[in-house]
């Protein structure tokens, strides 16, 4: 259980001028990576033993394989196979199949694979949380926010594995990306007989989202303003405190808000789209979501990076770092990083796949933390390099090494260059160092008994318009476009940053309207993608990502995390837009078909 508390909600209730109260339901999701679990297991004649597998996090793997065969974790090497995904769905759990498969080769002196089928993987493996909700808002007349109460239930399934961090998480998010003043949280994770849920993209934020951004319309319609009004009068603004009261430093909720509503002409489409005729009718909604990008307070344990930079003598570059590729686009990113950094060229950079033999513990790749804290260590790796190549340019240039600029792959001092190529030689030719270790810690972050403090040390901010019809005799939504944007700090891969956002909003969209876990006394009733629908590219609709870049002061070249972000907003905004079309509130995912039809059925025969 975790709580926050600030100010006097009591207080402030009894002064507010409209008060509003909902509770809502969230289901299951699964995370439907590519191929399923799987490990290798191979001992060594040394009695050593190498781990492959798919997997995020493999000093997790490594700490646990060192625990079941009581190895040294200096004869246990852990290294990951190219992973299609993971989603959090590939962070512990890994760890035991791994587990399995090395006990049975420690046993049998011989290489094991153990690969889980769909169903079994299904059946076993961790989901995102169902979820329960209750909350209450109250506002003045003018929509200022006085007062939120939120209480907010995750179900953890038989073990409690990660649910204490996805709680924590959704505890510091619960009251979403407002100034309120006035702010009581309790939250709570259960343990129940059922199948046990873990990390999933957002790790607790989408639950509470939807209910607490789908309240926040209601609460504008009481009030009789427009849903965007009352999200530019209460989104966190650069000097306002979070629920745990920590000051904002970021440019905040405006820009992310401000672009989205001009590029999805929202007030136009939202005051026109009124009493139409038909069975099909058409609707536009809002939401806003911030996102602590790292492990925060409650994982600061684990908040660590390491990288290895080796120029070679041809200038050629050997990358490694301690968090994972899984489709992310990771090992691109760093490896620009790197280039960047070092001046070199990009193709020269070789980035090594995660070996827990060649990088310190880098911690999980999670929360969105990859670019953030890998690009760090790099930039840390690269400085010293950096002063080798200065230094051998200069006696090149016949200059001091403080004179020397970057630029380009280039070595410049007045009109006079050398190569990256003749830098390096140089370097190698004088015996300075061209290798080196990198390690970044990020700042103190903080979260007492009250909830109260630092809790991120950085935020992404985002805002989704969605425009979307309704089929009325149907239930059935089509979807017609989607805005997403996010103030990422800077793109270092523009192009994979949309493709980022263009992916989470889709796996979005499917947690909102098709992913449907059905689990009756414990069982899951439809372990596969026959009973388990997921969306395609067919149910895709334009995804238009806005990419804002308001650079982030501790990130590496400005840039903040992004991995997660773009599904957190889209349930809620999809509640919205369907309200916005036929005037009923859903307060359940996933909204099928068949509950809009009973909620349209409700609202006519009340």
Not at 13 to 25: G, N, P, Y
Not at 223 to 234: F, G, H, T
Not at 275 to 282: F, M, Y
Not at 576 to 581: L, T
Request: aromatic fraction near 8%; glycine fraction near 10%; charged fraction near 20%.
């Amino acid at each position: 259980t975790y709580k926050i508390i600030k100010g006097n909600t009591k207080k402030a209730f009894r002064k507010a001028d409209v008060v509003v109260e909902k509770e809502f339901r969230t289901n299951y999701q699964v995370h439907a990576y590519l191929e399923p679990q799987g490990m290798v297991a191979e001992p060594r004649p040394d009695r050593s033993m190498n781990i492959y597998g798919s997997m995020q996090c493999p000093f997790y793997v490594l700490d646990a394989v060192s625990v079941v065969l009581g190895f040294p974790k200096n004869r246990i090497t852990v290294i990951q196979a190219a992973t299609g995904g993971g989603f959090g769905g590939k962070e512990d759990v890994p760890s035991i199949l791994a587990s399995h498969a090395a006990l049975m080769a420690y046993h049998t002196a011989r290489p094991v694979k153990l690969i889980y089928d769909r169903e079994e993987d299904f059946q076993s493996m961790s989901k995102r949380h169902p979820g329960w909700a209750r909350v209450k808002y109250g506002a003045r007349k003018d929509g200022r926010l006085l007062a939120a109460e939120i209480t907010y239930i995750i179900d953890a399934g038989a073990y409690s594995t990660l649910s204490p961090i996805v709680l924590w998480r959704g505890t510091v998010h619960s009251s979403g990306p407002y100034n309120i003043p006035n702010v009581r949280i309790q939250n709570y994770a259960v343990a129940t007989n059922k199948v046990p849920c873990g990390a999933f993209r957002g790790f607790g934020q989408p639950q509470i989202s939807f209910a607490q951004e789908s309240l926040m319309d209601e609460l504008a319609i009481r009030l009789n303003i427009s849903p965007a009004r009352i999200r530019q009068i209460n989104g966190l603004k650069k000097g306002d405190r979070t629920a745990t009261s920590h000051i904002v430093r970021e440019k905040g909720t405006t820009d992310v808000l401000d672009k989205v509503l001009r590029a999805s002409q929202y007030h136009k489409k939202q005051s026109s789209l009124q009493d139409q005729q038909g069975e099909i009718k058409k609707g536009i909604g809002l939401s806003l979501s911030y996102y602590g990008v790292g492990l925060g307070a409650a994982g600061k344990y684990l908040s660590r990076a390491g990288a290895f930079l080796q120029i070679e003598n041809d200038g050629s570059v050997r990358l490694a770092f301690g968090n994972t590729e899984m489709g992310q686009g990771a090992k691109t990113v760093l490896a620009q990083i790197a280039a960047q950094a070092l001046n070199a060229p990009y193709p020269d950079i070789y980035v090594m796949d995660p070996d827990t033999s060649r990088i310190p513990d880098s911690g999980p790749t999670v929360a969105s933390r990859t670019t953030f804290m890998s690009g760090n260590a790099i930039l840390d790796a690269s400085r010293p390099l950096v002063q080798s190549l200065k230094k051998a340019a200069a006696g090149l240039l016949q200059c001091k090494p403080g004179q020397v600029v970057c630029h380009d792959t280039g070595f410049y001092y007045k009109k006079k260059k050398v190569s990256y190529p003749g830098a390096v030689s140089e370097a190698y030719r004088k015996k300075y160092r061209m290798s080196s270790q990198g390690w970044y810690v990020p700042p103190e972050q903080t979260f007492d008994d009250l909830g109260q403090g630092s809790a991120y040390y950085t935020y992404t901010y985002s805002a989704n318009a969605v425009e979307l019809e309704v089929n009325i005799r149907t239930g059935e939504v089509k979807l017609i476009k989607v805005w997403a944007a996010h103030d990422i700090g800077k793109a270092i891969n523009p192009q994979q940053a949309e493709a980022q956002i263009q992916g989470g909003v889709l796996q979005g969209i499917g947690y909102a309207l098709y992913e449907n876990l059905i689990v009756k006394n414990g069982i899951i009733v439809n372990p596969n993608f026959t009973g388990y629908i997921i969306p395609t590219i067919k149910d895709a609709p334009e995804i238009v990502p806005v990419i804002v870049e308001n650079r982030d002061r501790l990130g590496p070249f400005g840039a903040r995390g992004l991995g997660e972000p773009p599904l957190i907003g889209l349930a809620p905004a999809i509640a919205n837009a369907i309200r916005h079309a036929t005037g009923i509130r859903l307060l359940e995912l996933p909204m099928v078909p068949e509950k809009i039809l009973e909620e349209l059925n409700r609202s006519r025969n009340p």
